[in-house]
């Protein structure tokens, strides 16, 4: 399989699946659960929706290599710890730092690809991933200055930016082998199981919460996570991860639109000067792969 010209189908994908993550903080606030009990219910639900699918698939085609099964579950393992922060992040601290140091991923990607998998990233690259981290911190710039000092929700942050980078990384190697539902699934699973574990060692209440609360998560689970992660899964079988996190960067601009009707949040000046970098950002990233 060639990744110097993938078709236009993994970016119409990927854009698909960048719009259904970009409602994961609307439905993640409206929720207010625990970090880890709001990750473990959105893996939860997301994974017992889709088992007979994968069920079914895997009778067709078993996973033909037991490393890249080990790939995801590592996948899986690092997108449970980046849950856990970032929603803690979220929930304690400022949303907006959250959001921006949880966005510094492809800065991991790049390091992670140059020197895990020996990949050439060109200097049109960075200055992409540059230009479109300012975008996001132009975006996000007001809530940030308010509050710029480093506290603990801004480390779990940057922590959660550090797991996503490797959540890329282990999954762009497990669709060298696995299909998108089969490698999707099993991360998805061992993401439940880890933050179930997390759960119950913070004692954090599995039960008792509001129906809203319930709705909010089976929202996050079918939208964002087996829409819209299932979509950039299947992208990352075709397009590199230096490629596919960078273009996530887009989610904040997203976020910001889809909160003008969600929750009546107009689009200011700023969100949309940093949008347009953003984007300008990205398509430099993916001017620099041909």
């Known amino acids: ?17 960048l719009a259904g993550i970009a409602l994961s903080a609307i439905f993640v606030k409206w929720a207010n659960l625990p970090g880890a009990v709001s990750g473990f219910y959105r893996m939860a639900i997301a994974a017992g929706v889709m088992g007979i699918p994968f069920g079914l698939h ?11 099964v080990l790939y995801a579950i590592v996948a899986g393992l690092f997108f449970a710890c980046d849950l856990a922060t970032w929603n803690t992040a979220i929930l304690i601290g400022n949303a907006a730092n959250a959001t921006l140091f949880g966005n510094t991923s492809p800065l991991w990607v790049g390091i992670g690809a140059m020197l895990l998998f020996k990949e050439r990233l060109r200097p049109l690259f960075w200055g992409g991933v540059l230009i479109a ?37 282990a999954t762009e190697r497990a669709r060298d082998a696995l299909s998108a539902l089969s490698s999707w699934w099993i991360s998805v699973a061992t993401s439940t199981i880890a933050l179930l574990a997390v759960s119950l060692l913070l004692r954090e209440p599995l039960t008792g919460y509001s129906t809203g609360a319930y709705l909010n998560l089976i929202a996050l689970a079918l939208i964002v996570q087996v829409f819209g992660w299932l979509s950039i899964n299947y992208a990352l079988g075709h397009l590199p991860a230096s490629v596919v996190s960078p273009t996530l960067l887009g989610q904040p601009v997203i976020t910001a639109i889809a909160a003008v009707p969600l929750l009546g949040q107009p689009l200011s000046g700023a969100q949309i000067t940093g949008g347009l970098i953003v984007l300008a950002g990205i398509f430099v990233v993916h001017r620099s792969k041909q």
């Open 133 to 169: 981290l300012a975008g996001a911190a132009v975006i996000l710039g007001r809530d940030f200055l308010v509050h710029p000092t480093l506290g603990r929700a801004d480390m779990l942050g940057l922590l959660a930016g550090f797991f996503y980078g490797m959540f890329f990384l």
């Open 58 to 68: 895997v009778r067709r085609r078993p996973p033909a290599s037991a490393r890249h």
């Open 1 to 17: 399989m060639s990744r110097t010209r993938p078709p236009l189908l993994p970016y119409a994908v990927l854009a698909l699946g």
